[in-house]
């Protein structure tokens, strides 16, 4: 199977700005960004979509919260910040990896569809 958007990111067949990377998460800005700090934080595993992780990714799992809380304070998010993880076609998923949005500096409205 030919490597996602985002597995060549992690491969770094395709570059980036990373902002942060361990051994299974990387952080990168987007590069359409829809507020003043929008990074996107990735499992280095290829897992589809947020309902294809199995019992034995919860570590990875929360290596990537844990990872968004610590961008948020190196970011300067202390007012807030958003977290957006699409899943599927029809809730606007375009790279079938799963990934979370952290959208922060500006006014967030609700709702955001």
Not at 28 to 40: R, W
Request: proline share 6%; with cysteine.
């Amino acid at each position: 199977m030919e490597q996602c958007l985002f597995c060549k990111i992690v491969d770094g067949k395709i570059p980036a700005e990373i902002v942060y990377r361990d051994d299974s998460v990387v952080a990168f800005k987007d590069i359409n960004p829809q507020a003043p700090v929008h990074v996107l934080v990735i499992p280095v595993k290829h897992v589809a979509k947020l309902t294809d992780p199995a019992a034995s990714d919860g570590k990875m799992l929360s290596q990537i919260f844990a990872t968004i809380a610590r961008l948020a304070g190196e970011l300067g998010l202390e007012k807030g910040f958003r977290v957006v993880a699409n899943c599927g076609d029809e809730a606007g998923q375009t790279v079938h990896h799963i990934h979370f949005h952290v959208l922060g500096k500006r006014r967030l409205n609700w709702p955001p569809g």
